[in-house]
């Protein structure tokens, strides 16, 4: 069974491909200190603590077939990230939409993944350290082509992954896991074992063993006919989110709760989460092939494919109107 070449019909199907854009805009569009401007020209101050300290939270949401996903969801969730960091949007949620719908218009792409994010800003006099107040945070905003973390390729075959041996992820005690933040190291270094491993990815567990997430993405289990995926030590992934729906929608029962890695290790299917790529099914964990069959499982085929398929139907989408210029003054 062969899954949708979502990759695929993003470069060439006609509803897809970009619309007319400024030149300046081919690498993306973006909103750094104020102002518009060309992702290649947009600058971040050295001195500002996102940049030096990780001291920010930030958002991505995709556009696909010129729809925004669950735009208002991306747009709550980075509300609370901010407030649980003592962080303050200097816009509303209308006006950081706005924002976005601009970056996306001013790049004319259909299927653009859009970043936004709220820095702690300088730091202020050091009388004021201690006071969230003193610091005048910062927003910057892009939006670029479509980035498929797991290509065509990869979710047609199933990805390869393995189960991080060096590294757990940071406590949910430490950083909040749930407030979407630049704290990537544990991430990233995890990302790079498992390239030394040949494998597309990692996931990391937490110190006791339970599946945590893995980086950049949110991890389901299948076993017997029952979707188990982690209830705390993970962003509450959109997609996530959006693979509860699809589950309820085909009677596939679904389960939020501690998963331990062994559950992993023995399970008949397993994908990824994520919006920089959707539902991407795992082949391989730590070189074992699970359900005993090579390639994506079917249930986490049906899933991608209904993923695809609904979103452009337009299901939960906000589209956006190419035809009126980008408002940017
Ligand atoms: C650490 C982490 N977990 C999970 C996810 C998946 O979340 P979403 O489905 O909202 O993209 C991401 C997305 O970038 C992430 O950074």
Known sequence: MSIIQAEHVMLTEPDHVRVAFDPQYDHGS???NGVYSSIDTATVPLADLGFMQADAAY????VSKGYF????DHLERFETACSKFLLRNPYTKEETANILTNLVKLAGTKEAYVWWGVTR????????RTNPDAYENRFYAFAIPYLFIANDVQRTRGVEIMVSKKFIRIPPHAVDPTAKNFHWMDLKLALFE???AKCDWSVLCNAEGYLAEAPGSNIFVIKDGVLYTPDTGCLEGITRKTTFDLAHEIGLPVRVE???VEQLYNADEAFLTSTAGGIMPINGVDGKVLGGVSGPGKIATKLHDLYWTKRWNGWL???VDYSVPADIG
């Open 30 to 32: 973006a909103f750094a």
């Open 59 to 62: 958002d991505v949401v995709s």
């Open 69 to 72: 996903f669950r735009l208002e």
């Open 121 to 128: 800003g300088y730091s202020p006099d050091p009388a004021g």
């Open 194 to 196: 498992a390239g030394s």
């Open 258 to 260: 501690p998963v331990h």
């Open 317 to 319: 989408g906000a589209p």
